[in-house]
């Protein structure tokens, strides 16, 4: 597609609770990226894909949370026993390869 | 570690007046990213520039590579243009490092 998908639009889930994402990046994007807006301007950035291999990690908590990218299917990002601080706005953007980056819709999760 | 740093951080203004939003960075980037989000959240691209000044319609973005630093001007500011403004810098492929956003209000 022309635009970057993410579904659920909204996500509740009882804190404990499993959550999962997804992301279909627009077609022949390559890079895919997952960006947790926890406050109203605080980025943090998780995690990127080049293809279906993880690119960069460095922002991925080490419990709980895992993402992939699989061939011919929506990326996920999954998060194993949701808790109260997860609760944020979960971007994704897709890029060729270059520097411009397409955001997605977003996908609020709210953790009760 | 890349650090990226806008004022002012809250900004009401008359409509018509003309704002500008101000971003620094510390490291050397591919390119500078200005990036607007409404309420509901969003996030649409304005502008990408690596050097120089782009201009679409009433908004230009300036960017001084030597000083790493950049700015969001909006000439005859409208209600409309309410909105959180971000700015992001990145090099190719990796990830975008954003500022802390500036909260626009554009009162009639």
């Known amino acids: 597609g022309e635009e970057v998908a993410q579904t659920p639009k909204h996500l509740v889930r009882g804190e404990g609770q499993k959550a999962k994402l997804y992301c279909a990046p627009i077609?022949?994007?390559?890079?895919v990226f997952w960006y947790q807006q926890v406050l109203k301007n605080e980025f943090k950035f998780l995690i990127s894909?080049?293809?279906?291999?993880?690119?960069?990690e460095t922002g991925m908590p080490k419990e709980r949370f895992s993402a992939k990218c699989l061939p011919n299917s929506p990326c996920s990002l999954e998060i194993q026993a949701t808790k109260l601080e997860d609760s944020a706005v979960y971007f994704c953007a897709s890029t060729p390869m270059g520097v411009e980056q397409f955001f997605g819709p977003g996908t609020r999760l709210t953790v009760l | 570690k890349n650090e990226v740093e806008q004022s002012p951080q809250n900004l009401t203004a008359q409509e018509g007046e003309f704002i500008t939003i101000n971003c620094s960075y510390s490291?050397?980037?591919?390119?500078l990213h200005w990036l607007q989000q409404h309420p509901g959240g969003g996030i649409v691209s304005l502008f990408m520039l690596s050097s120089g000044k782009k201009k679409h319609g009433r908004l230009i973005a300036t960017i001084n590579i030597q000083e790493k630093h950049s700015s969001l001007h909006i000439t005859a500011s409208h209600p409309r243009d309410s909105a959180v403004y971000i700015c992001a810098d990145s090099e190719a492929g990796n990830q975008f490092y954003f500022g802390t956003g500036t909260s626009l209000t554009v009162i009639p």
């Open positions: 894909f080049q293809n279906e291999n993880v690119f960069d």
């Open positions: 490291v050397g980037i591919s390119a």
């Open positions: 077609k022949g994007h390559s890079y």
